[in-house]
């Protein structure tokens, strides 16, 4: 079976949905420590019956989707191109045309036989971004797909760009802040957008196009309890009237790699959905206190060094 050093992972943005590589496409591995979860298909198949057996006569398809899944150790914001839109520098504001790309996978087996796949009319409907103390961070996507063709140039020895183990973003470069407080003694967050798109379809099995979908930013954190700041915020600063208000408050993450490079993730209108105390009776462990948070926007901001 393959293994480890058999297979290759790469994107390349997408001149329209479904169009795959552009005539000159750059085809870039998202990120190190790639790990593909899933790279699947259905065809929706309906079965056929006759009145007078028990058995099925046949199936017919119906709608293709095919769905991808990979993980990989943050690098650098390449892969901003395939969740945020204008360039990967924002969340889009009004609905727009999704951004979708074209991807390579492939296997090489052992008896060096290439098995390619080529998804296109790729679209990213859910990321993550993953911190955890003592690991490096992590992104998560999950798309969707419209097409599969067979006749996708595959990408020539050597260009797919890849980062450099120097590159990665780990645990001891990151810092938190929540309204304007740091957070030095963070345990885990989870960035998250959910919805950010989804297909539009006509009369064909295929997707029309693809679209922004009904986007839900959230944050998750789980730090030491040292202060009292963010359990007032999930509880002294509710708005106690008839019509109660949940305050809001901004926050930020950035993450630093060996390079110098930075990535900050600015968190607009953070408000406390779940607040918890753990650990609260443990002679061995610290209090720690997990929050959930709804978020209105995240942006994205990439400086090189």
Do not use: C
Not at 45 to 71: K, N, Q, T, V
Not at 132 to 139: G, K, L, P, W
Not at 181 to 197: E, V, W
Request: glycine share 8%; net charge negative; proline share 8%.
């Amino acid at each position: 079976m393959p293994g480890a050093g058999s297979a290759e992972v790469a994107f390349t943005p997408e001149p329209e949905f479904g169009a795959g590589p552009g005539a000159d496409p750059t085809w870039i591995q998202p990120g190190i420590d790639v790990a593909v979860s899933d790279l699947s298909v259905q065809q929706a198949l309906e079965r056929s019956r006759h009145p007078d057996s028990p058995l099925p006569a046949g199936s017919r398809p119906r709608d293709f989707e095919g769905g991808i899944g990979l993980e990989f150790t943050l690098t650098d914001a390449n892969w901003h191109d395939l969740v945020f839109a204008n360039g990967g520098t924002a969340l889009p504001t009004s609905t727009t045309t999704a951004p979708s790309s074209a991807w390579y996978f492939a296997t090489t087996l052992p008896d060096g036989t290439v098995e390619p796949r080529t998804p296109t009319g790729t679209i990213i409907t859910d990321a993550e971004v993953v911190y955890e103390r003592a690991s490096d961070i992590r992104v998560s996507l999950t798309g969707i797909y419209g097409f599969e063709p067979d006749d996708v140039t595959a990408p020539a020895d050597g260009a797919i760009q890849q980062p450099s183990d120097e590159d990665a973003f780990s645990y001891h470069g990151a810092t938190f802040s929540v309204d304007g407080l740091n957070q030095p003694l963070m345990q885990s967050t989870t960035i998250s957008l959910a919805g950010l798109s989804r297909f539009r379809r006509g009369q064909g099995r295929h997707p029309y196009d693809a679209v922004t979908g009904a986007i839900e930013p959230a944050f998750s954190t789980d730090a030491i309890f040292t202060e009292r700041d963010q359990l007032a915020a999930a509880v002294d600063d509710v708005d106690m009237s008839d019509y109660e208000q949940i305050g809001k408050v901004p926050g930020s993450v950035t993450f630093e790699n060996g390079q110098g490079d930075t990535i900050e993730y600015a968190l607009s209108d953070l408000q406390p959905t779940s607040y918890n105390w753990s650990n609260l009776v443990a002679a061995d462990t610290s209090l720690s206190e997990p929050i959930d948070w709804h978020v209105t926007d995240i942006t994205p901001t990439v400086t090189t060094a």
